[in-house]
C-alpha cells in the first residue's frame, strides 16, 4: 500500500505562484509515475502533470509553460511548481501513483491523495 499526502495549497492572488509537495510512504514510488489531477466545483476530475520513473514529463495544455513537475525519489516526494496562476486553476488538487505507464484517466492510478485546496483570487 502507498500511502499519498499533499500539502502547500492555499488562496494566491492571480499572476502568483505556489508550490504542491506530495509525500508518499508505504512504499518507495521510484518506479511509479507519479501525477496532479485536479477538480473544480461542479467538474471531473482533470489530469494536470505527470512524471514518468525516467522522468520524462507530460502536461495538460492548461498549464504548459506555467506548471512544472519534477520528483525527488530520495525523499519519496513529488512536487508541482505552479506559476502565473489563474482564476480557473482554482480547485482541489490531488496526487496520484500508477504502477503503470502515464495516462489522463483517473481510472488508471492506483493510490490517491487527500488533495489540497488552491485558490487563485482575480
Known amino acids: 500500500q502507498v500511502q499519498l499526502v499533499e500539502s502547500g495549497g492555499g488562496l494566491v492572488q492571480a499572476g502568483g505562484s505556489l508550490r504542491l509537495s506530495c509525500a508518499a510512504s508505504?512504499?518507495?514510488?521510484?518506479?511509479?509515475?507519479m501525477s496532479w489531477f485536479r477538480q473544480a466545483p461542479g467538474k471531473e476530475r482533470e489530469f494536470v502533470a505527470a512524471i514518468n520513473w525516467s522522468g520524462i514529463r507530460y502536461y495538460a495544455d492548461s498549464v504548459k509553460g506555467r506548471f512544472t513537475i519534477s520528483r525527488d525519489n530520495a525523499k519519496n516526494t513529488v512536487f508541482l511548481q505552479m506559476d502565473n496562476l489563474k482564476p480557473e486553476d482554482t480547485a482541489v488538487y490531488y496526487c496520484?501513483?500508477?504502477?503503470?505507464?502515464?495516462?489522463?484517466?483517473?481510472?488508471?492510478?492506483?493510490?490517491w491523495g487527500q488533495g489540497t485546496q488552491v485558490t487563485v483570487s482575480s
Open positions: 496520484a501513483a500508477a504502477l503503470g505507464p502515464w495516462a489522463r484517466n483517473p481510472s488508471e492510478y492506483d493510490y
Open positions: 508505504g512504499r518507495t514510488v521510484g518506479t511509479y509515475t
